[in-house]
């Protein structure tokens, strides 16, 4: 805490005037003290002796004269054991224990500590005195759920130091002096399991930066076949409401091929975190066995929540994200919705006068979008271990027109684009990712020309049914037909995907390279049918097969039964294989 | 007792600037004008300047005219003799009835924390089949009736309010027309309802700044009843209005617009409303319907586009039927699962074929022949219109399904539904 104090002299929304009487920095917190409630707010704008600072609480009932106090740091977030399976809020106030302090409604003012400090950690020292570490190096380790929770020189001390004690192996508290470490002057630092990292700049102790090339397995089969996401890549969901974003984000942040998953609902629905905040608990992860809240954690500022927090709630996420990539560690952060966070830039914008650009959002947000997924990536540890940072943020364009500034700024620096059409959500054709419109610039688990031949029945296959609009199914030959019905089993059986399916809703590789190989196999056949209503009832016939087939559990006798089934009918009718196929075929059966 | 000034430095619009000291932002003031009192709300505060918006608009306010600091913000009376009384935006009684002041409670009170909200777990049967089946009203939820001017939407909310089983209803016009205020009261009061209502009525003749008032205040008193055990279902009709308001204040205020003239926080006032809806574990429940009219259908408009994404789905009213198509409730889920093996399926096959359909009608308006297949869709189609989406179908749930299966089997052999075998074995009506 500075000394530095001032009066209020202005209040507008969420934005309130300071006059102040010493110095104050950028973006540093600030107090606004009203009665026995301290609200916080972060210097935005500095004008001679008047700052202007945004609040992260209702401002009724302050007054011209109301105190301010000033910290002199900037916002930061508590990094330590005891993050995971946190609910925190934007500011990462843990908000089932306001919850016991204030009941149902999240009062203003009340600021609790992010980790718990009566928690005993097992502590197992991996440094002793003499030794030479720098920031981020591991000075002990401490079990946390499935991981081993690396305890780090703190990433603010930027000088090489020596240890000169380091406590035995045990049981402690995050706040407990774990060693001391001497700098290059000799001044000593006493460290503790935790410390405090600035929300608004990226954590930088790695090697270096690779490039991402590491599939992200979602289990989604229209994502990682056609469109997939890398370890440390970035992509973006824009739909217009009710085309499933929110949907689709969920059923990643549960089945994806990631260590931990952090969760931001930034301006969204408090409905939806409920959602995740009930289930979690009791689904379990896969790969450690143990309830998939232990890997999770969820930053949520809803819609309703006030929305300088709201800004803030994606950094919050992001550095907590980066902390746990300094561990070795795979983290996927989900941004639900990076619009609301572009709304709450513009919000304040609007209230310091500033000059608006498109749609009145300020000038800067193309540079404020690419600097946040630039924190996302893979890299390499001074160790050799590599940790990644993969962030997959949905955008809700105004209309559902991707045309707006927030999607266009957001598509320049993601490198996979999951376009979701109203059209497909309002045919219940989900995930209603449109699988023209799309791209990823990533490679996925099957080869590149297999999934490029398969999207060719697609292009065609729409490009057919756009003509028969025009000229008729009469005016459409077999042949183009048949590819028309084609496209339309590839998308009715292989990238469409019932979320509500217990089993439909998560597919293993494995599993999608099987499918995908009966998918090509009809896809790539002749057939020989005497018109098209044979043709259309048989494909009906064999959709239906596989629909059933979807739902039934990988490799039991019910699925081989069903397979068999539909390996003869298939055969039945065919009466050749293409070449191309043929060789896919080879490579993936 | 507060200070009076008697000095007003500026009028512009509805809001009025007075030199004072000790005013808290959010505070209420009484302005004294020749026209009677009018309350007015303190919204900016710039060193000694006071900025208000006076309710009662500031059309003939004075430089001379009297403002009077009240020392606390915007509130209103709390208790059970709310119960069949009509009010306007500001609280003032619309009926015969005394004005209330016990008990006064704040408006526009702190959100709920997400982690005190439960999953909702239970349906709200309307009688009606496209709600009921295909896209179900799910208590808790906040959910927009999408329109136009002239669609029978405030029909439509007195129906459901009719129908739907809850403790209390709070109504909350804005805008509304003297003659959709009268007609609300005539529906309930006929059936019988008035007695658990409460009505907040800003008509379209009262001053604009009550219509900001109305959800709020409405909003407030759902609230407390719902934390006294109630499940209280709010209507709000016209929320556009409301929006509307928003954008004539903000313009005023100097505000740089966004989208359309809307002010760039719209978003988050609409949220700020609707995610009121709420169940509490251990007490009542709050649900909100509210009519959304888009300007000339449009569903990209800045009001009807942010409502969407905020609002757990809409139903889409067109043509005096709900849409399958842009109608959507994303709380089905977590009811339909409990209610029949077969509800799922039936509401997606029908709507994927009534979707085929509509394909269908389109190359047949084209001049296209029709196939066989096109037939059976047309047939589909037509059907579905008159036993489905007809307003006047009134039957519940287990019926609906039940009629649902009898179109298919009329139209389709089973393997054309693309509905799972083992349902159509189990549910296709025999014979």
Redesign the interface.
């Known amino acids: 805490m500075t000394t530095t104090k001032g009066s209020v002299t202005g209040v507008n929304g969420n934005m309130v005037t300071v006059r102040v009487d010493g110095t104050v920095s950028m973006n540093e917190v600030a107090y606004i003290v009203l009665g026995d409630k301290r609200l916080k707010a972060e210097v935005i704008r500095v004008r001679g002796d008047l700052v202007q600072t945004q609040v992260f609480e209702i401002t009724k009932g302050i007054q011209v004269g109301t105190p301010a106090e000033f910290s002199g740091e900037m916002l930061a977030v508590e990094l330590g054991p005891g993050l995971l399976g946190k609910i925190y809020d934007g500011l990462q106030n843990p908000l089932p224990e306001v919850a016991l302090k204030t009941g149902y409604f999240l009062e203003p003012g009340v600021y609790l500590d992010a980790l718990p400090r009566d928690t005993k950690w097992q502590w197992s020292p991996s440094v002793k005195p003499g030794d030479q570490v720098e920031r981020a190096d591991t000075l002990g380790t401490v079990p946390e759920g499935a991981f081993t929770h690396r305890v780090m020189v703190p990433f603010n001390l930027f000088d090489s130091y020596t240890v000169k004690s380091v406590k035995p192996a045990g049981s402690y508290s995050v706040k407990d002096e774990m060693a001391v470490l001497e700098d290059s002057k000799g001044v000593s630092h006493a460290v503790s399991m935790m410390f405090e990292w600035p929300v608004k700049r990226a954590v930088d102790c790695y090697a270096e930066r690779l490039k991402p090339t590491e599939p992200m397995v979602t289990k989604n089969r229209i994502i990682d076949t056609f469109f997939p996401v890398a370890k440390g890549g970035t992509y973006c969901i824009p739909g217009p409401f009710g085309a499933g974003k929110t949907v689709l984000q969920q059923v990643t942040s549960r089945n994806a091929d990631v260590d931990i998953v952090i969760i931001a609902a930034c301006g969204e629905r408090a409905g939806e975190v409920v959602e995740t905040l009930k289930e979690f608990p009791e689904l379990l992860d896969p790969r450690t066995g143990k309830s998939l809240m232990e890997r999770t954690i969820i930053v949520c500022n809803t819609s309703s929540m006030p929305v300088a927090a709201r800004e803030a709630s994606v950094y919050t996420a992001v550095t907590m994200a980066e902390y746990y990539r300094q561990m070795g560690l795979d983290v996927l952060l989900l941004a639900d919705s990076t619009s609301r966070w572009a709304q709450a830039m513009r919000e304040m914008s609007g209230r310091l006068e500033e000059i608006p650009g498109e749609e009145a959002f300020p000038a800067y947000l193309e540079s404020v979008i690419a600097s946040f997924y630039e924190r996302a990536g893979i890299v390499s540890l001074k160790s050799g271990e590599k940790g990644s940072v993969t962030i997959g943020g949905t955008v809700s364009p105004a209309g559902g027109n991707f045309e707006e500034p927030v999607t266009q700024a957001t598509l320049k620096v993601v490198g996979a684009f999951h376009g979701l059409s109203r059209e497909r959500s309002d045919a219940r054709k989900y995930p209603a990712i449109h699988p023209l419109e799309s791209w990823s610039k990533y490679k996925g688990i099957m080869d590149l020309p297999w999934v490029e031949w398969a999207h060719w029945y697609l292009e065609r296959g729409s490009e057919v049914g756009q003509m028969m609009k025009v000229v008729g199914e009469e005016g459409t030959s077999l042949d183009d037909f048949l590819v028309y019905l084609k496209g339309e089993y590839l998308d009715a059986v292989y990238l469409q995907q019932n979320s509500f399916d217990p089993i439909d809703a998560s597919v293993s590789p494995e599993r999608q390279k099987a499918m995908f190989a009966k998918v090509v196999r009809v896809l790539g056949s002749s057939f020989d049918f005497k018109d098209k209503e044979a043709a259309r009832s048989w494909f009906n016939r064999l959709r239906q097969m596989f629909l059933d087939m979807n739902s039934l559990e990988w490799g039991s006798d019910a699925f081989k039964a069903a397979d068999k089934d539909l390996v003869s009918f298939a055969a039945d009718r065919s009466i050749g294989l293409d070449t191309k196929a043929a060789r896919i075929l080879e490579s993936l059966e | 007792m507060k200070k009076v000034y008697s000095r007003i430095e500026s009028i512009t619009g509805n809001v009025i600037a007075v030199k004072a000291?000790?005013?808290?932002?959010?505070e209420l003031a009484e302005v004294q004008t020749r026209f009677g009192m009018s309350l007015a709300e303190v919204i900016?505060?710039?060193?000694?300047l006071v900025s208000l918006q006076v309710f009662a608009g500031g059309r003939g306010i004075s430089t001379g005219d009297e403002v009077r600091f009240l020392g606390n913000?915007m509130r209103v009376s709390f208790s059970d003799a709310l119960k069949g009384r009509i009010f306007t935006g500001a609280g003032e009684p619309r009926d015969k009835g005394p004005a209330l002041s016990e008990n006064l409670i704040p408006i526009?009170?702190?959100?709920?924390?997400?982690?005190?909200?439960?999953?909702?777990r239970e349906m709200i049967r309307t009688g009606i089949p496209m709600i009921d089946l295909f896209n179900t009203l799910v208590k808790?939820q906040k959910l927009p009736i999408f329109s136009v001017s002239g669609e029978p939407y405030n029909q439509l909310l007195a129906r459901i309010a009719m129908q739907a089983e809850v403790d209390l209803i709070v109504l909350g016009g804005m805008g509304l027309k003297y003659d959709d205020y009268l007609f609300f009261k005539d529906t309930l009061e006929e059936g019988g309802a008035l007695q658990n209502t409460v009505m907040f009525v800003h008509t379209a003749a009262d001053p604009v700044v009550e219509c900001l008032m109305v959800p709020d205040i409405s909003l407030a008193v759902a609230e407390r009843f719902a934390?006294k055990g109630l499940n209280v279902l709010v209507l709000l009709t016209d929320m556009t209005n409301f929006a509307d308001s928003l954008k004539e204040i903000s313009i005023t205020q100097e505000?740089?617009?966004?989208?359309r003239g809307y002010?760039?926080?719209l978003?988050?006032q609409l949220?700020?409303r609707?995610?009121?809806a709420v169940d509490?574990a251990d007490s009542g429940s709050i649900t909100v319907l509210a009519v959304t009219t888009m300007p000339g259908d449009d569903?990209?408009?800045?009001v009807p586009?942010?409502t969407?994404?905020?609002t757990?789905?809409?139903f889409y009213l067109k043509g005096g039927r709900i849409e399958p198509?842009?109608s959507?409730s994303?709380?089905k889920?977590q009811v339909n699962?409990k209610t029949r093996a077969d509800h799922?399926a039936i509401m997606?096959g029908m709507?994927?074929l009534f979707?085929a359909y509509r394909?269908t009608l389109?190359?047949k308006s084209?001049g296209?022949?029709m196939?066989?297949?096109d037939q059976k869709l047309l047939k589909y189609g037509e059907l579905f219109e008159k036993e489905m989406m007809d307003l006047s179908v009134n039957i519940p749930l287990e019926k609906a399904l039940d009629k649902g299966w009898e179109i298919l089997a009329s139209c389709f052999e089973p393997?054309?539904t693309?509905l799972?075998?083992k349902l159509t074995e189990q549910f296709w009506p025999k014979g």
């Open positions: 000291l000790d005013v808290a932002y959010g900016r505060l710039d060193e000694g913000p526009g009170g702190p959100s709920v924390n997400p982690v005190n909200r439960i999953i909702p808790s934390l505000q740089v617009p966004s989208n002010p760039g926080d978003y988050s949220a700020s609707y995610e009121k509490f569903v990209t408009h800045p586009d942010n969407g994404y905020i757990e789905g809409q198509f842009g959507l994303r709380l889920q699962g799922r997606d709507i994927k979707a394909d389109e190359k084209m296209f022949q196939s066989a297949w393997q054309e693309g799972q075998s």
